[in-house]
């Protein structure tokens, strides 16, 4: 075979490569991992919050444990909730007992179009605790100018792995905690972050309330696709 022949074999053969496609290749995979708890760099991306900006007692941590060269670790989100005020304090405060960890903002934002359902692995308390999802602000809340949050309650059983999987559509629009009466839908498509957090009150009926220490240990969080 000459040279040029050979050439000219070689570029057709690429371009059927190019052109031949699977419809497999177009479809997302059934998960995607978004947050997995196995190591303590996981720590970058999350940042804490409690009532204790605003005068109030409660407090949280955030750490991994029992990560090591040839063991995952999981992440431990964990503190005490306080109903109690600072004295003298400035704020306003309306209510307190809460805390949370919010992760810090994707470079840009996920695409979660394709998926249908927040899945978590957690062992917990007995507490039940808020998943929240930040979207990009395409549609304002009344007085908001900050990113869209969507909220769902996730029951966590005492003292046992489970894995809580959340429908998107469970997920209502809130403003500061408080669920707005909008017909406005999640753009699933721009996620800027996501959190978990506690309160000392409220809930799903039949889960441990009231002040006092809290414990939810995350080996991950991933998005799935169901249908």
Request: proline content about 4%.
């Amino acid at each position: 075979m000459s040279k040029i022949r050979a050439i000219w074999q070689a570029s057709l053969t690429a371009t059927k490569r190019a052109l031949t496609w699977n419809i497999d290749d177009l479809i997302p995979p059934s998960e995607r991992f978004i947050y997995n708890f196995s190591s303590k760099e996981e720590l970058k991306k999350w940042h804490l919050y409690s009532d204790s900006q605003y005068g109030g007692l409660s407090s949280a941590a955030l750490e991994i444990t029992n990560a090591g060269k040839e063991q995952s670790g999981t992440g431990v989100f964990s503190g005490n909730l306080s109903l109690d005020v600072t004295e003298g304090t400035k704020w306003n405060i309306s209510r307190s007992g809460f805390c949370g960890m919010r992760s810090k903002k994707f470079d840009g934002f996920i695409d979660l179009d394709p998926y249908d359902t927040i899945a978590l692995k957690i062992k917990g308390d007995g507490r039940s605790y808020i998943s929240t999802i930040y979207t990009e602000n395409w549609v304002n809340s009344p007085g908001q100018m900050e990113d869209n949050s969507w909220q769902a309650f996730v029951a966590v059983p005492k003292d046992d792995w489970v894995v809580a999987k959340i429908p998107l559509a469970h997920y209502l629009p809130t403003w500061r905690g408080n669920v707005i009466e909008a017909d406005i839908e999640m753009n699933p498509s721009r996620v800027v972050g996501m959190s978990l957090s506690v309160n000392a009150e409220g809930g799903v009926p039949g889960a441990q309330t009231g002040p006092g220490d809290f414990r939810l240990e995350i080996d991950w969080i991933k998005a799935l696709r169901t249908q």
